[in-house]
């Protein structure tokens, strides 16, 4: 099956500076990228996706790049706030998205 | 829309009991799945579901059954509960794009 690989599994980073996230994966029929946002006690929600005919993706200060021979994407957060500060996860599809295979997290904390 | 519900919030059980997780969803979604998160683990696909009638086995499906009767219900079925199944549990339902939608989440500790 489909193994996912996140690291670093924690980050600590001054406000405004950015942070990147990054996850390999095995499957090279996985063509669906998600990345979560899971707050203290909350659900995880959907931040930016990306599918394997695209290479990178943007929404404001959040960005998703995907290398598809590497098999290896990752997340950008440029202009860090505190409200940042989450655990994300990565995530991986071969069937476009309803079984997803999640990496472990990334515990981010964006100080003052 | 109320989005995806789950009920109960918290649950506590004895060894061996067993119980259903419910999972209710009224954007008329035809996927639906159902995760377990441990600590340190990550999110973990338990079962998933491509239209009533319809059901399949993710990565951790041993000791979970599931039905899906009709498109706005997916509950999950602890047969004999055991400590190792204490967990946050999330029930999610898929739009057409493919976003998984999560509901609330249930707190499930077994003794």
């Known amino acids: 099956g489909e193994n996912v690989e996140q690291h670093p599994s924690t980050l600590s980073v001054q406000e405004g500076d950015s942070a990147v996230i990054k996850c390999t994966y095995s499957?090279?029929?996985?063509?669906?990228f998600p990345w979560y946002k899971q707050e203290l006690g909350k659900r995880p929600q959907l931040i930016i996706d990306i599918r394997s005919n695209v290479g990178e993706k943007k929404d404001q200060r959040i960005a998703v790049t995907l290398n598809k021979t590497a098999k290896h994407f990752s997340l950008h957060i440029t202009e860090t706030q505190p409200e940042d500060s989450a655990v994300y996860f990565c995530?991986?599809?071969?069937?476009?998205?309803?079984?997803?295979?999640f990496g472990k997290g990334t515990s981010l904390l964006v100080t003052p | 829309n109320a989005g995806v519900t789950q009920t109960p919030k918290f649950q506590v059980l004895k060894t061996g009991q067993s119980m259903t997780l419910q999972c209710a969803q009224d954007?008329?979604?035809?996927?639906m799945s159902w995760y377990r998160q441990d600590p340190g683990m990550g999110l973990r696909l338990i079962h998933y579901?491509?239209?009533?009638?319809?059901?399949d086995q993710g990565e951790v499906p041993n000791g979970y059954n599931v039905s899906r009767s009709t498109t706005e219900d997916f509950p999950l079925r602890l047969l004999s509960a055991a400590p190792s199944q204490t967990s946050v549990y999330f029930c999610?339902?898929?739009?057409?794009?493919?976003?998984?939608?999560f509901g609330p989440g249930t707190r499930l500790t077994v003794l």
């Open positions: 579901s491509v239209g009533a009638g319809i059901t």
């Open positions: 499957d090279s029929a996985s063509n669906y």
């Open positions: 954007m008329n979604h035809e996927y």
């Open positions: 999610a339902s898929i739009s057409g794009p493919n976003e998984q939608f």
């Open positions: 995530a991986a599809s071969r069937n476009s998205g309803y079984a997803l295979n």
